[in-house]
């Protein structure tokens, strides 16, 4: 249990390396929106390919296990997205919400509810 909770940082790289591919290439090409749902796939995409590596060496042992390293991985997220976002970054909490609205087609709250179901995804996969 304790490595998938430290496999959290490995998300979270792999969010920080996801948002920069985003800034690098096609986000200068498309619309923010395009760009944020653009990115929001790729980051389900390289997450799940994690955790699906992650499972094979490490497999989670139960559903309740997996249901739990979910709840947490989301709670961490949030958190670091709110705090990251708000506290170092300087982005007003207007705006941080914002990407929670599905009927303007912001979809980083699908991302949300992935990081809350792969690892029960996967361990139902294994």
């Given at each position: 249990?304790?490595?998938?909770?430290?496999?959290?940082?490995?998300?979270?790289?792999?969010?920080?390396?996801?948002?920069?591919?985003?800034?690098?290439?096609?986000?200068?090409?498309?619309?923010?929106?395009?760009?944020?749902?653009?990115?929001?796939?790729?980051?389900?995409?390289?997450?799940?390919?994690?955790?699906?590596?992650?499972?094979?060496?490490?497999?989670?042992?139960?559903?309740?296990?997996?249901w739990l390293i979910?709840?947490?991985?989301?709670?961490?997220?949030?958190?670091?997205?709110?705090?990251?976002?708000?506290?170092?970054?300087?982005?007003?909490?207007?705006?941080?919400?914002?990407?929670?609205?599905?009927?303007?087609?912001?979809?980083?709250?699908?991302?949300?509810?992935?990081?809350?179901?792969?690892?029960?995804?996967?361990?139902?996969?294994?």
């Open positions: 249990m304790v490595r998938y909770l430290l496999s959290w940082f490995l998300l979270a790289v792999i969010a920080i390396a996801n948002g920069a591919l985003r800034q690098g290439t096609y986000g200068k090409i498309v619309s923010e929106l395009a760009a944020h749902q653009i990115s929001t796939l790729t980051g389900i995409i390289f997450t799940g390919s994690l955790v699906f590596w992650l499972n094979r060496i490490w497999p989670i042992e139960s559903a309740e296990q997996a979910g709840f947490i991985w989301l709670v961490f997220t949030v958190a670091f997205e709110f705090g990251f976002g708000h506290f170092v970054v300087g982005h007003p909490w207007s705006r941080l919400f914002a990407d929670y609205d599905l009927s303007s087609g912001r979809v980083w709250s699908l991302f949300l509810l992935w990081i809350l179901v792969m690892p029960y995804f996967f361990f139902k996969l294994a």
